[in-house]
């Protein structure tokens, strides 16, 4: 708390022109930021006395100045990675990185336009291009998709995939549920913390993805979703946002990649509809080779094989009725 202490002499005592001139003084008080001026009046007191005026007006003012001022701090530091110092940043290229910057201009201008073919690169729909200057991390954010330009030898930029790992373009709806749990911070901290959220979850989801197989984006929904929901829980804390809830709801593939799955899959099952009838005739043909082997050892098993085959050709009611002959006889008349 600040105060401003004002004392004046007796009226008994001291010189009458300066008694005057502090009967009629009106004390000013300015504000560096804001020009805000406050009139601080001062009376006539009965004795000598000191008088202490309260600038509270002021006081909040700075206040609040200083507590705005905290909050777009902290937002800002908010949105560096967790693990790389904000000094990283490309807040000031200094003398030397001016005068590189100069003469990298300079070379750009001097050999155009073949320095085009070396300063326009393009990134892909599903990649993004992180750039540095001089080591340090550029303004803006990641580039692309489309054309950008990168000044030669102070400027290199790196291309991230944001592809699975199987090279597989998906298209995945996600849920999250999300509550306010400080009104005050999700107003002064960010313009708009819904819209926001909204777009930290689709960032969020699409480098989740980037870093999975087809496969394991099909079948850990849940592991992704649990991830998902530690990472954007720790971005959205100072916003007063708590994430509850988030929901893996559908993964779709493009129609030509559904049928070369598709395909595949019947494919697959046919070569173990093979596999499976080729063991079974396999082990058909193991058992009839035994039950031969039995019935040549015993030609009474034999005789009773052919009366079962009649028995069986009798009960089907044809008109066809076959006898098979003696074995010794068909012998006899083939010598």
């Known amino acids: 708390m600040e105060f401003l202490e004002v004392r004046q002499g007796s009226p008994h005592g001291g010189d009458s022109g300066d008694s005057s001139s502090n009967e009629s003084e009106r004390l000013m008080e300015s504000d560096d930021e804001g020009n805000i001026q406050i009139p601080v009046p001062t009376g006539q007191p009965r004795g000598r006395m000191g008088r202490r005026f309260t600038l509270n007006p002021l006081i909040f003012a700075k206040e609040e100045r200083e507590a705005r001022r905290q909050s777009l701090a902290q937002l800002k530091l908010s949105y560096y990675p967790k693990h790389m110092n904000p000094e990283h940043y490309d807040t000031g290229l200094g003398f030397c990185g001016w005068l590189l910057m100069g003469l990298s201009w300079l070379m750009v201008i001097s050999t155009f336009p073949i320095s085009i073919y ?87 989801l699409r480098n989740m993805l980037g870093t999975r197989s087809l496969s394991e984006i099909l079948s850990d929904r849940e592991t992704l979703a649990s991830a998902m929901q530690t990472i954007l829980d720790e971005a959205t804390e100072s916003w007063g946002i708590k994430v509850e809830r988030v929901e893996i709801k559908d993964v779709r593939l493009p129609i030509q990649l559904q049928r070369a799955m598709a395909a595949e899959a019947e494919a697959t ?47 089907e009611k044809n008109s066809t009725i076959i006898f098979p002959l003696p074995m010794e006889l068909v012998r006899h008349l083939i010598n």
Do not use: W
Not at 273 to 280: L, P, R, S
């Open 269 to 315: 099952r046919e070569a173990r509809a093979k596999v499976i009838a080729a063991e079974g005739e396999q082990k058909a043909s193991r058992s009839l080779r035994e039950a031969a082997s039995v019935i040549a050892q015993s030609p009474a098993a034999l005789q009773l094989r052919y009366l079962q085959t009649l028995n069986s050709v009798a009960a």
């Open 118 to 204: 070396f300063c326009m690169k393009v990134v892909q729909e599903y990649e993004r291009a992180v750039i540095f200057r001089l080591g340090r991390l550029i303004g803006g954010g990641a580039k692309g998709p489309g054309i950008f330009f990168v000044l030669p030898c102070i400027e290199s930029y790196t291309k991230v995939d944001l592809r699975t790992v199987s090279f597989m373009t998906t298209s995945v709806d996600a849920v999250i549920y999300y509550r306010i749990c400080n009104a005050t911070v999700s107003v002064a901290n960010v313009e708009n913390a819904h819209h926001s959220t909204r777009l930290l979850a689709q960032t969020t």
